[in-house]
């Protein structure tokens, strides 16, 4: 049997700790990671028309620290792979799809997000 951890789709603990179990302060960083993960939306939108490989692979790498940060595994590795896709050529299928994919798993480590959040007490 798996335990917890391995179920999640991010996880705050470590971030809490390191935050001194301050929820406003919590809130802040999770919020931000949300704009920079709209923003990193926005932009691959953008360089998908445009075909621009090299501007999708640099805006996943921009949002990684802050998915480290909420130990975002099943993330990281969506980003590792639409890198990975933006070094071959004619893969902008392949990335769309993946994009896809981190969108709906992303919503999930969000609400997930808030609601570790909302269970700590203070």
């Known amino acids: ?41 926005e932009n691959v939108e953008i360089y998908l028309k445009a075909k621009d490989r090299f501007a999708i692979s640099r805006s996943a790498h921009k949002i990684k620290n802050g998915l480290e940060m909420i130990q975002a595994h099943g993330l990281l590795d969506y980003l590792d792979m639409i890198q990975k896709e933006c070094q071959q050529l004619d893969t902008f ?11 709906t798993e992303y919503r999930m480590a969000f609400d997930e ?10």
Not at 3 to 30: F, M, P, W
Not at 93 to 103: E, G, M, R, T, Y
Not at 113 to 122: M, P
């Open 1 to 41: 049997m798996r335990n917890q951890k391995t179920l999640r789709h991010a996880d705050i603990s470590k971030l809490r700790n390191e935050c001194l179990g301050d929820r406003e302060y919590l809130n802040e960083i999770v919020t931000l990671l949300n704009e920079n993960i709209e923003e990193f939306y």
């Open 93 to 103: 299928q392949n990335i769309q799809f993946l994009i896809d994919s981190f969108k």
């Open 113 to 122: 997000l808030k609601q570790q959040i909302e269970s700590f007490h203070d």
